[in-house]
């Protein structure tokens, strides 16, 4: 076998390879956007600026901590129901959503089910006749 074709399978190989993957990455979901319905809440943002808000003006930023298997969420004063939600970046299949309602202002969610890594969380609750919004990332070993 002479060089030329020897240079003519090399370029075979390489182009059929980049081929197999540009296949490969099309048929994956990954990539997609992390929000299907990222239209319509895009057009709803006003309702999400105002919680956002509400937390920073009343200052009722939740606090996070990991204690042991849960996640206890510190409110800053009593009578709180919502929903945390846990969503995962890399795989849309292990989000979760948790609704709560409290009376007290520690609330313990139990977490040992969640897989390790980054977590995107948005706890969206109500106090005292407001509505807040709180996002934090939050990673677990």
Do not use: C
């Amino acid at each position: 076998m002479n060089w030329g074709m020897r240079i003519v399978i090399g370029m075979a190989i390489a182009m059929s390879s980049i081929v197999a993957v540009g296949i490969y990455m099309v048929n994956q979901d990954t990539d997609t956007l992390e929000e299907t319905d990222y239209y319509e809440k895009g057009l709803d943002y006003e309702r999400v600026y105002k919680k956002k808000e509400n937390l920073v003006r009343y200052q009722r930023k939740v606090t996070l901590n990991i204690v042991r298997d849960s996640l206890v969420l510190s409110f800053a004063e009593e009578n709180n129901k919502g929903v945390v939600d846990f969503i995962r970046s890399s795989n849309r299949s292990l989000d979760q959503r948790v609704h709560f309602i409290t009376s007290k202002s520690v609330y313990r969610l139990p977490i040992k089910n969640l897989k390790k890594g980054v977590w995107h969380i948005k706890l969206d609750w109500e106090s005292q006749q407001r509505s807040y919004l709180q996002e934090e990332q939050l990673y677990l070993n």
